[in-house]
């Protein structure tokens, strides 16, 4: 479910069902459901002007009209397959966008026009990595023939420096310089490294590790991690949001 630019309305996206439904978040009446294909993940231009769709099974980013949803054009990213999540940069000019099947980020102008960069990650090692093969099932069944990496949220961090990248099959976070868009380096967090999230301080960033059952949480001030949070029972934390009083 994704608020657009100008709060009017939620979005719910079904991506199986080539479908966004909008519900009025005052009333909570549900409208008639757009049909827009393939909505994995949605995202707003930050003028407001157009929405992003990433239609990740057709490896393209669709550019749409932020209030009729109706289609501008398209962005095809052939290197990304698994096109997911994004963040932009802290001055609205560019966002990065994960290639979760692939192992790659992208980086992309604000308008969607065009790639600008690829970053492979693949090319890196990490510690405490889960083996591609290691025949662990969900989503890593989809895995491209030679992806060692499997990058899920992005999170541009509260001071503008870094974007944090969140890597299912790395077990950890990647953080990748904001200014010149190149690897830094790589913190080890938990199993199944999904979603990442910030207080509302601004203070903190929780990074929700799905396989292990914990989130981790982090000083944005010095982008540590300072405590991990054990979750009971079988819990498996994927993507979620902190609300007015904490998180969620």
Not at 31 to 36: E, K, S
Not at 120 to 126: G, I, R
Not at 144 to 155: E, F, L, N, S
Request: proline residues 7%; charged residues 20%.
């Amino acid at each position: 479910v994704v608020p657009s630019w100008d709060l009017t309305r939620l979005w719910v996206n079904s991506d199986k069902g080539n479908a966004l439904t909008p519900i009025d978040p005052r009333t909570g009446a549900v409208g008639r459901p757009v049909t827009v294909r393939d909505p994995y993940n949605l995202y707003f231009t930050p003028d407001g002007r157009y929405a992003l769709v990433m239609a990740s099974r057709f490896r393209a980013i669709d550019v749409r009209d932020a209030h009729t949803m109706k289609l501008v054009r398209s962005l095809p990213v052939p290197a990304c397959a698994g096109v997911n999540h994004a963040d932009f940069t802290a001055d609205l000019h560019t966002f990065v966008a994960s290639c979760e099947f692939s192992g790659r980020l992208l980086v992309v102008d604000a308008a969607a026009t065009r790639v600008e960069k690829v970053i492979d990650l693949n090319q890196v090692k990490t510690p405490g990595a889960t083996p591609p093969n290691s025949g662990m099932g969900g989503p890593r069944t989809e895995l491209a023939k030679g992806a060692t990496a499997m990058p899920q949220d992005v999170r541009l961090t509260p001071d503008g420096r870094w974007f944090m990248v969140a890597d299912m099959l790395r077990n950890g976070v990647w953080f990748i310089d904001s200014s010149t868009f190149t690897y830094d380096h790589f913190v080890q967090t938990g199993m199944g490294a999904h979603g990442i999230y910030p207080s509302r301080d601004a203070r903190r960033l929780f990074v929700s590790n799905r396989d292990e059952g914990s989130i981790t949480v982090f000083d944005a001030a010095t982008d540590r991690p300072t405590t991990t949070l054990r979750l009971p029972g079988h819990a498996t934390p994927d993507l979620g949001r902190v609300s007015a009083v904490g998180l969620q």
